[in-house]
């Protein structure tokens, strides 16, 4: 039986509705449908083929997250059960089905339980963020209580869900914003930095004395990754940045006689290796969820099938809140 997907066949190409083989578990894998699919500005940047670590050969289903109902599941999976709710980053790169789909076959290693607090939609707009932020903040730098983190774009999708996290973990969290979403960032109980107003060097000695940050975690790249260098601490800070893709200098990092560290998330899906740890983490952060420490900022705007193309135009734009799309609401 075919199952509907929503193809581009070229970059930038139109997003066509079209029916593609009915999908079947093999060895660890889940078969489930979709209820929801986030859009990301991986996602576009993967549809124009401007994103050579993360390939897409066209002609293909695209999109990474998703939140849904698992419909079978493979004898090897003890884990999940058909009706349980599931939400994960499972595919769209590297050959693999994306979430624009009426159903996909998912590793169940890349899988979570839903959280039990938030909607299909909420769910669906966070794993790649999730992912993104605690692989961070604390696979790499360690966040514990009493420090003191600076997020760059704290209203962003990956920004947004780290200051959640790092207040989860006990610290005390800065951001940088523009005015008009500072708002977001008070919401949370976080500081707002103006960047477009204040330089680093006046930022680091308003709110540490000169000393800078205890972690920096960049989520913009290029001249914020410098900044970052910037305003971490002397001896003990460490940076982190999941664009750290161009070229920089280390002397201000080495002057301060700080660390570094890179964030591929998307790695596991690429090789195969370690997907059970991103699993593990949205288990986590699930229950961070389900706690009251971590939701999704979504975009106003609902998007159904019939929208893809304008979710993906939104996000391409800027779009504030999370774009996603629901097949099932």
């Avoid at 193809?7 to 509705?17: R, T």
């Avoid at 078969?31 to 940047?45: E, F």
């Avoid at 964030?263 to 229950?287: C, D, M, W």
């Amino acid at each position: 039986m075919a199952r509907t997907a929503w193809l581009v066949e070229e970059p930038n190409g139109a997003f066509v509705e079209s029916g593609i083989a009915s999908p079947v578990p093999k060895a660890k894998d889940v078969l489930v449908r979709i209820w929801a699919s986030g859009v990301n500005p991986l996602d576009t940047k993967i549809r124009a083929g401007k994103a050579a670590h993360a390939r897409q050969p066209l002609p293909a289903v695209l999109g990474l997250d998703m939140a849904g109902v698992v419909e079978e599941v493979s004898s090897g999976v003890t884990a999940f059960k058909p009706g349980d709710e599931v939400f994960g980053m499972v595919g769209g790169v590297g050959g693999l089905q994306g979430t624009l789909a009426e159903y996909i076959i998912a590793d169940a290693d890349l899988l979570a339980h839903k959280p039990k607090s938030l909607s299909m939609r909420q769910a669906a707009a966070l794993p790649l963020s999730i992912i993104t932020a605690w692989e961070g903040l604390v696979d790499r730098a360690k966040v514990r209580e009493g420090q003191t983190v600076l997020i760059h774009a704290g209203a962003g999708g990956v920004g947004y869900v780290a200051i959640q996290i790092a207040l989860a973990f006990g610290a005390k969290v800065f951001a940088t914003v523009s005015p008009v979403k500072k708002r977001f960032v008070e919401d949370l109980h976080a500081t707002p930095i103006n960047y477009r107003s204040s330089p680093v060097e006046e930022y680091v000695a308003a709110f540490t004395g000169g000393t800078g940050f205890d972690i920096v975690y960049d989520t913009v790249g290029g001249a914020t990754l410098d900044a970052s260098f910037a305003a971490v601490k002397r001896y003990t800070g460490h940076v982190v940045s999941c664009l750290g893709w161009g070229s920089h200098s280390l002397a201000p990092l080495s002057f301060r006689g700080a660390t570094y560290s890179g964030v591929f998330t998307l790695l596991p899906l690429h090789t195969g290796e370690n997907r059970a740890h991103h699993g593990a983490i949205l288990s986590q952060a699930a229950s961070l969820a389900d706690e009251g420490q971590l939701k999704p900022l979504l975009n106003d705007r609902r998007f159904s099938p019939a929208d893809i193309a304008d979710a993906y135009s939104q996000v391409e734009v800027g779009s504030l809140g999370k774009v996603v799309v629901e097949f099932l609401a």
